[in-house]
């Protein structure tokens, strides 16, 4: 009867075994190498080295083919000290792969040697719990929740657009949301603007938005601002934030987000609703239009009424909200084709969607090749004088 021993020592013999310099010589000269960490979870955490897929040895034959379709693709596997890479590499070999190593004296000896590591953030069981349905998804999984928790988003507005956009973003668990308004809430809201209710009628609405995502998902961090956007708070406010979300209704805002946006190179995701239509796109600085390469000045003021004049439909603005929601997702996850240089028009009346190609102007004022305005300007007085301020 053979012992463990000499298991080992017949395993390791018959499958290929390299040392921690080779591996980092690999790596660094960028061979499109698979490196897997097959130890348990609680010793994962402790640790990795970079760019490993986290498999444990348990579940690795149910896995593989998920991550390496491709049998002749080379992959180094590691333990802590190299035994149950090396029984790993074995079974490997029997589902058909053939160029696969396992790393002599494991993590352990990686790190000893002061090699490269890494510590990834990992969610804890109640997220596991909240987050099953996005973790299920391999273009999601547990690594796009951390980054989605770990990501900021900023709305401006918590209005007819801003409450379904961040009533869903924080369900999806986007860690840190940043909402501005200055508003409180009015009884005529509510016919649309779900994140607030009848016994919020009088209180900010910065203030009703955070109660209603904080019972929704505790895990979420909401940052208020009950103020109004400006160009001497505005770079400053949405510096830190990875994606913004506009769901303002007047002239003067969208300019100024949008050139706030051009000159951080943030992605900003844009929507206007007007009674049974809306639209949605995505302005990228640099990568597609911005609003100003397709708007340059604002229209005159009889082209342009505002909600309080003209009315939205019910609806509506959970729609034209949701698609922006959509898109941030997408953003941040980097997935899909988010909507740059595509306009997305609901008419919800005809219940028809259509879709407009808009370009990049290189003459545009602010992201063009020769822009003529390289700050933030007075937004009032500017669609005061396009005669766009409503
Ligand atoms: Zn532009």
Not at 9 to 29: A, N, V
Not at 129 to 156: A, C, D, N, T, W
Not at 170 to 182: M, Q
Request: hydrophobic residues 35%; aromatic residues 6%.
């Amino acid at each position: 009867m053979a012992s463990f021993q000499d298991l080992l020592k017949k395993t390791k013999s018959e499958i290929s075994e390299i040392s921690g310099e080779e591996l980092q010589k690999k790596l660094e000269s960028g061979d499109k190498l698979i490196l897997v960490d097959v130890r348990e979870k609680e010793e994962q955490e402790q640790g990795n080295i970079p760019q490993a897929h986290l498999i444990p040895r348990g579940i690795l034959e149910l896995k593989i083919e998920d991550i390496v379709p491709i049998r002749d693709q080379e992959i180094v596997l590691y333990c802590a000290g190299g035994t149950r890479s090396a029984l790993a590499a074995n079974a490997l070999k029997d589902l058909g792969y053939n160029r696969v190593h396992s790393l002599i004296g494991g993590y352990n000896q990686w790190a000893k040697e002061k090699r490269a590591t890494e510590k990834k953030v990992f969610l804890n069981s109640e997220q596991f719990e909240r987050y099953s349905r996005h973790i299920l998804m391999p273009e999601v999984k547990e690594e796009g929740q951390v980054k989605l928790l770990q990501s900021k988003v900023f709305l401006v507005g918590a209005g007819g657009l801003g409450s379904p956009t961040a009533y869903y973003l924080a369900a999806a668990g986007v860690g840190t949301l940043g909402i501005i308004d200055d508003d409180v809430v009015d009884r005529s809201n509510l016919q649309r603007q779900i994140l607030h209710n009848e016994s919020r009628v009088g209180e900010p609405k910065v203030e009703s938005a955070k109660e209603t995502l904080k019972a929704l998902n505790p895990d979420v961090n909401i940052i208020t601002y009950r103020e109004k956007l400006s160009s001497e708070n505005v770079m400053d406010i949405i510096k830190d934030y990875d994606v913004i979300v506009n769901g303002c209704d007047n002239f003067p805002t969208r300019y100024l987000i949008n050139d706030a946006c051009v000159f951080l190179k943030k992605p900003l995701v844009d929507a206007s609703i007007f009674r049974f239509e809306g639209q949605v796109t995505v302005h990228m600085p640099f990568q597609g239009p911005c609003y100003r390469c397709l708007y340059p000045e604002p229209p005159p003021p009889e082209m342009a009424p505002s909600c309080q004049e003209a009315g939205v439909f019910g609806v509506l603005p959970g729609i034209i909200g949701c698609t922006q929601g959509i898109e941030v997702l997408k953003i941040l996850l980097e997935i899909g084709q988010p909507l740059v240089g595509r306009l997305l028009v609901f008419d919800t009346l005809k219940m028809k969607i259509r879709e407009m190609k808009i370009r990049q102007d290189p003459n545009c004022p602010v992201c063009g090749q020769d822009p003529s305005i390289k700050e933030l300007i007075d937004y009032e007085g500017f669609c005061r004088l396009a005669g766009g301020d409503r």
